[in-house]
T-cell receptor, first 115, second 111 residues
């Protein structure tokens, strides 16, 4: 089954404790992206990757890191989480960016709470 | 001003009604436009792309007006299952690597 898998789905952590949210896709997509969703603000792009070892900042990259060592995986790293990073996070993938097919395939989301 | 703006609603309509959503965008260089649907606490899913000539998929019609920089979605004969949040999505440039989502319009269809 074609899918994007995120883990963990739910996490409560404390300020400053490094964490990683994993994202994996099995569709051989070149493009992957991370978003956060907050009430009234919609989804905002954090980082995206056009292919292995190629990443770039979205609109809200501060406080986050990413890596793309393999085509299928695109982890999101919070080196020192803060309460303002409490949010619902979505990973998405696409064959080659939304300009190509338009269809982003999303994971089920990871709800992160930073105390 | 937000780059992509939508009326947050909620829109409360009876079954069978026709409902229209609008979305405006500020970047005149935007190339690609889409409507996504998001059910409560679920991930967004592509509803339809929006083309300059307009396009239709069953009960759904999408229109693009580049001169006025707005996109519309028309839902005819609303069903209970259409209740969801509808997200307007615009890409920021060629390749579609940077995507901007509107905050969404909430629709409730009632029996």
């Amino acid at each position: 089954e074609a899918q994007v898998t995120q883990n963990p789905r739910y996490l409560i952590t404390v300020t400053g404790k490094k964490l990683t949210v994993t994202c994996s896709q099995n569709m051989n997509h070149e493009y992957m992206s991370w978003y956060r969703q907050d009430p009234g603000l919609g989804l905002r792009q954090i980082y995206y990757s056009m292919n292995v070892e190629v990443t770039d900042k979205g609109d809200v990259p501060e406080g986050y890191k990413v890596s793309r060592k393999e085509k299928r995986n695109f982890p999101l790293i919070l080196e020192s989480p803060s309460p303002n990073q409490t949010s619902l996070y979505f990973c998405a993938s696409s064959f080659r960016g939304t300009g190509d097919t338009g269809e982003l395939f999303f994971g089920e989301g990871s709800r992160l709470t930073v105390l | 001003r937000k780059e992509v703006e939508q009326d947050p609603g909620p829109f409360n309509v009876p079954e069978g009604a026709t409902v229209a959503f609008n979305c405006t965008y500020s970047n005149s260089a935007s190339q690609s436009f889409f409507w996504y649907r998001q059910d409560c606490r679920k991930e967004p899913k592509l509803l339809m792309s929006v083309y300059s000539s307009g396009n239709e998929d069953g009960r759904f019609t999408a229109q693009l007006n580049r001169a006025s920089q707005y996109i519309s979605l028309l839902i005819r004969d609303s069903k209970l299952s259409d209740s969801a949040t509808y997200l307007c999505v615009v890409n920021k440039g060629t390749g579609g690597f940077k995507t901007i989502f509107g905050a969404g319009t909430r629709l409730f269809v009632k029996a």
